[in-house]
């Protein structure tokens, strides 16, 4: 891969699309303008992860309270209600005493298009295959039924914060604080531990594993982000235990400096792009793009928080400082989405300079965001972002609702 | 759920129960006995049709069923056949890969039944729209049928066939490049030469597929090529795959490799095993990865047998002497040395083996003695038992002293085997204390098998040397101040009395029995009672009037514990049968 090659093409396709976002739709309960969005169980209904599919026709909304719903893609580009299901049920771990949550952490679609489209949900312990199937309904018409088709339990002793599937369709590897493990689709008894991070004796514990992502075309490569800002690639080839990776990136220029450096640095996403050619790592204040043959610097650094430095402290005070963002490439691996507080989200150029801010904010909403300057909105945040595989349609969870936004293009009627 | 009288049979197929629904498709030949042909076709077969959106269990269980012969009769004969394919039609599409291939399975049986006139138009079409579909689901499916379909396919027919097939293996899905690779071994036997060549670029392509799941089919695919193409076609066709899967990038594709290097050096012969293949293997003796020498030390006698005697020595005995002090114990473990001795002969086996032998019988790791000892028998057949027997006992004993107790499990299993080839005396002097202490060991698991070890051996050596020297530690046993000992003595006695004839019974093994049935703890009794009824059978009738049934009634008539008096009772009345 020509990286400049890239670059040169990426700012092509820049100077004819141009980045204009408008509002598509918006789904979720309104709230009752006089109720407060923080009583409890009002959490319940706030979304915890998004995915479309491989070929984009169905967008899957995942809840913290374990509700999956799935919407369909209709001719004229929305998305409408197709089906939902109760994924997953908040469980009583009589070992330790807690409770494992119904929260769905992450939703990802088997790769390829089938008549029977499937997807993985996890909470903190569980991973559940579902299938989607069309069955003729009782007054005639089609009516959609999900079976949950295999539980994948009790491999994780820690909480599990992502699942990806192999190119191979046949494995997927379960992610924790401490441990990857290798599955196979159609064996629930058993996993391959692949990596362990866990110290021998536990009060060394210094970094843990935050998310992972298998190459969409290469069966045998995965990256995984740990709290310490590294990337670490491993080559399922190689040995049969990956614990030896094969590369590891990290950015050793970037700095801000001070008491808030080491939780800035801790990356809460990292993905390949679709082409597999490079791989985006989201932290607290930046985007970084790598070029997998460059282990020791960032091909390019994205950056959109900066007005936030000022005000770490007060971040870390009220605990948005973890918050883990979401990121996603965009289907010609060009461009990238993520979010970020005042229900804003940014939309960036990734080879080249220009970054749009955007606010999710249906267009007839009475009251309107501030401006993160102004008045720094830290609970109203996007967390969760998908990108259409082959549009430009974006989705954005920010709490209770779901947002979707489409590129302008010079076709647009308006 | 037998469908009563009244019950119309089709009424499980509609309920909203799934287990009624389940329970139908299990019960399906019983009612199709109870209608008839005539009805099972007009009635019942429109039924299982409308399941085939159904769970997948029942699909599978409908997929299953459906293969059976019995349906041909059901049916009505082999002309209805076909009813059930377009059924299993379906299941082959479905997602679940469990039913996918149970009806593959299903349909390959039913394939052969289907009368030839009418196998063209109704299975073989069907093979091949499975392969057009749109879905990867049936296009997985139809690969592998095609072997099937093929054989009774006309020529026009074989030719679209292959046709698909070849597309298959270009699949834009790994999974169905994967069938297609699981299915070309299948096809290959079935080929005249001309089409055997057309695949040949198929399997090459496969051999360098991007997914490694796919690169490791092609190793059971070069032995199935190998089987059919002359010498020079295997050095330009095959052999190239099998060097390039040799050192490939994955470990699991050179596990491939050395798992199935038996077969490979069989197929491809003696030539290009010498000069080609030995070097492979040594490399795979060296791998990097532990998973990869376990395979390949697994196969250093079944490889080394077909070479010849100095490529062994020279390239292959280096690397199982290494591989005997590998980090990996499970590597050690696996090493398969021992059947090299019948290769060197005595003084060979002298010089060479037995060194090495030795040290892998003094590993730290308890597996990796089992495993030699496991395999003595080829060892002992070359040197004889005295060389050995002064190493070996040491070895045995230590591991039938072993902390964990499935390593004195396993010891306790090749016992026997020990014995037979070691003989009576050897035995007796050595190996009878240790049986009889494992009659004394602390986990229950370790005396039970003690007593079935025993009846072994006593199998081995007869009758007489079990009075002998078996019964005089059950004696002993017998009188052992804590309970738990006592009462393996009854299992003991069960167990030889299946070697036993029933005078001996009498005479030897009773007593013990009568004795304990006095025994003052009740748990005891109970045993005493159960073991007097397992023997009934083997006693003649005559002794059994005479002593036994008096003796119960003497029991029945004291004993205060309930669960003596029950199992006496039951004892009893199996005695009082043989009247």
């Not at chain 1, 493990?181 to 536990?202: Q, R, Y």
């Not at chain 2, 429109?46 to 269990?57: G, I, N, Q, R």
């Not at chain 2, 002309?79 to 149970?102: C, F, W």
């Not at chain 2, 530690?473 to 036993?500: C, G, P």
Request: glycine share 4%; hydrophobic share 40%; charged share 25%.
């Amino acid at each position: 891969v020509n990286v400049e090659e890239v670059i040169a093409k990426a700012n092509e396709y820049y100077e004819s699309n141009a980045s204009e976002w408008e509002f598509s739709q918006m789904f979720g309960e309104e709230d009752d303008p006089s109720s407060d969005s923080d009583t409890t169980g009002a959490e319940d209904n706030w979304i915890s992860s998004l995915a479309f599919d491989s070929t984009g026709r169905f967008l899957a909304v995942g809840y913290n309270c374990g509700q999956v719903v799935v919407l369909t893609q209709q001719e004229d580009q929305t998305y409408q209600l197709y089906t939902e299901f109760k994924s997953h049920d908040s469980e009583f771990d009589f070992l330790t005493s807690m409770e494992i949550e119904e929260k769905i952490n992450q939703i990802k679609w088997f790769p390829y298009d089938s008549c029977i489209p499937a997807l993985l949900t996890t909470n903190d312990k569980t991973i559940k295959l579902f299938k989607m199937l069309e069955k003729e309904g009782a007054e005639g018409g089609t009516e959609v039924v999900v079976k949950p088709k295999k539980v994948f339990e009790g491999a994780h002793a820690y909480n599990i914060n992502s699942v990806s599937f192999n190119s191979d369709g046949e494995t997927f590897i379960s992610t924790d604080d401490l441990r990857i493990n290798l599955w196979n689709l159609d064996i629930t008894t058993e996993a391959f531990g692949i990596v362990d991070i866990k110290p021998e004796n536990m009060d060394e514990l210094s970094e843990v594993i935050t998310s992972s992502c298998f190459h969409p075309k290469s069966c045998n490569l995965f990256v995984y982000s740990t709290s310490k800002g590294m990337i670490r690639m491993a080559d399922l080839r190689n040995s049969a235990l990956c614990d030896r990776y094969a590369k590891e990136f990290e950015d050793t220029e970037s700095d801000i400096g001070g008491f808030f450096q080491e939780l800035v640095t801790t990356i809460s996403d990292v993905k390949f792009s679709p082409d597999g050619n490079f791989i985006v790592s989201r932290d607290y204040l930046t985007m970084k793009i790598w070029d997998p043959r460059v282990e020791n610097k960032p091909l390019r650094v994205v950056k959109f928080h900066d007005h936030l430095v000022p005000k770490l402290c007060d971040l870390y005070e009220n605990d948005s400082i973890f918050d883990k963002f979401e990121c996603s490439w965009n289907g010609n691996s060009y461009r990238l989405l993520t979010g970020s507080y005042n229900n804003n989200f940014y939309i960036c150029d990734a080879f080249g300079s220009h970054v749009t801010p955007m606010c999710a904010v249906k267009p007839t909403a009475q009251k309107p965001f501030a401006h993160p300057n102004q008045h720094l909105e830290a609970s109203q945040k996007v967390l969760h972002t998908a990108w259409h595989p082959t549009q430009d349609i974006i989705a954005l969870g920010a709490k209770d609702f779901g947002y979707l936004y489409v590129r302008k293009t010079e076709n647009d009627p308006k | 759920m037998l469908p009563k009288k009244g019950d119309s049979p089709k009424e499980g197929a509609t309920s909203e129960d799934a287990s009624v629904r389940l329970t139908f498709v299990k019960n399906l030949s019983k009612t199709a006995e109870t209608v008839g042909p005539d009805r099972f076709r007009d009635e019942i077969i429109p039924e299982v049709k409308a399941l085939l959106d159904d769970d997948d269990d029942i699909l599978l269980a409908l997929a299953d069923e459906l293969g059976k012969d019995e349906y041909e009769t059901y049916l009505g004969g082999a002309q209805h056949n076909h009813l059930l394919l377009s059924i299993l039609e379906s299941l082959a599409k479905v997602e679940e890969t469990g039913v996918r291939d149970k009806a593959v399975a299903s349909l390959s049986k039913i394939s052969h039944r289907i009368p030839q006139e009418s196998c063209e138009q109704h299975f073989v079409e069907l093979v091949l729209r499975l392969s057009e579909s749109d879905w990867f689901s049936p296009r997985s499916s139809a690969c592998g049928l095609i072997s099937v379909a093929y054989p009774r396919a006309s020529p026009a027919s074989q030719t679209k066939l292959l046709l698909s097939f070849k597309r298959s293996c270009e699949d834009p899905t790994p999974i169905v490049r994967r069938s297609a690779a699981t299915a070309l071994k299948k096809i290959v036997p079935l080929l005249d030469k001309a089409s055997l060549l057309q695949l040949v670029e198929s399997f090459k392509a496969l051999s360098v597929d991007d997914q490694d799941s796919v690169r490791l089919l092609s190793i059971e695919n070069c032995v199935a090529f190998a089987e059919k193409l002359s010498e020079e076609e295997k050095n330009s066709v095959v052999k190239p795959v099998v060097l390039a899967c040799g050192s490939d990038k994955s470990w699991r594709v050179r596990y491939m490799v050395a798992s199935c290097f038996t077969q490979l050096v069989d197929s491809l012969g003696r030539q290009i095993t010498q000069t080609d293949l030995v070097p492979v293997f040594v490399k795979l003796l060296k791998d990097t990865e532990a998973e990869v020498r376990t395979a390949a030390s697994s196969k250093v006698s079944g490889v080394s047998k077909l070479l010849q005697k100095d490529t062994v020595i020279k390239d292959i005995l280096p690397c199982a002497r290494a591989l005997a002090t590998d980090d990996s114990s499970a590597v050690r473990a696996s090493l398969d040395v021992m059947g090299l001795a019948p290769l060197f002969g005595k003084d060979g086996t002298n010089e060479h083996l037995l060194e090495l032998f030795l040290q892998l019988l003094k590993d730290e790791t308890p597996e990796v003695r089992l495993n030699i000892i496991g395999k003595l028998s080829e060892v002992t057949q070359v040197l004889g038992l005295d060389q050995l027997s002064q190493h070996l006992l040491p070895a045995i004993m230590e591991l039938a002293e072993d902390r964990q107790w499935r390593v004195r499990s396993s010891i306790l299993e090749y016992i026997p085997l020990l014995a037979d080839q070691l003989g009576a005396e050897f035995f007796n002097e050595k190996l009878s204390v240790l049986c009889v202490s494992c009659l004394n060991d602390c986990v229950f698991s370790i005396r039970e098998s003690a007593t079935v070890i025993l009846k072994r051996i006593a199998a081995v050596f007869g009758v007489a040397w079990a009075k002998q020297y078996v019964v005089p530690k059950i004696v002993e046993q017998s009188k052992h101040r804590n309970y738990l000992y006592r009462t393996i003595t009854l299992t003991m006695v069960s167990s030889l009395a299946d070697v036993f004839p029933s005078s001996e019974i009498q005479s030897d093994l009773l007593p013990f029995v009568y004795t304990l049935a006095t025994d003052p703890i009740p748990n005891i009794r109970i045993n005493a009672a159960k073991t007097l009824n397992q023997l009934i059978p083997k006693l003649e009738t005559s002794y059994v009037l005479s002593d036994i049934i008096p003796f119960l009634t003497d029991k029945l008539l004291t004993d205060k514990d309930r669960d003596v008096l029950y199992f006496a009772n039951v004892a009893l009345q199996n005695a009082r049968k043989k009247q």
